[in-house]
C-alpha cells in the first residue's frame, strides 16, 4: 500500500468513528498503517520528524492515546517496558510475539484460542498474550 492510500484510509477509519480528522490524527494513524508491525512513541516520533509537518511529542502521545481511546489502534508493553503501538482493526484481540534476543514485538494474525474462565464476579475486558522467543531474523543470524 503506497503512502496515499495510507492516508486516504487513514482518514477514512477516523471519520468512521465520527471524528474530525485532524492532520495530526491522519499522520500518526497513516504512519501506524504503513509501519505493518507494533512501534514505539520514540521511532513514531523519528519517523514524524522526517515528515513535511513534524509532530511534538506531546501531541504524539495524545494522539496515540486518542487512537487507542477511540479503538482505531491498540498498545502493548514490551519487557523492556516500552509502550508500542499498531494498527487495531488490522487483527482485533490477537497475540502479540516478542523476541527475546532483539526486543522486536511482533503482532501475530491468530487470536487466543480460549477465554480464561474468570472467578466468579470477575470481569474480564481483555486478554494480553505475548508469546516469547527468537524472531526469524535472529534465528537465522545466530543471536
Known sequence: MNSASHHDNAVRLIRECGASATTARVQ????LLA???TVSHQALMQAATDEAQPLDKVTLYRVLDWLVTHGLAHSVTGQDRVRRFGVAHVHHGHAHFECDACGRLFCLADRPSAQPRTPPGFEARHIDVTVHGRCADCTHAGV
Do not use: F, G, P
Not at 28 to 31: K, P, R, S
Open 35 to 37: 509501519a505493518n508491525t
Open 28 to 31: 500518526v494513524l497513516q504512519l
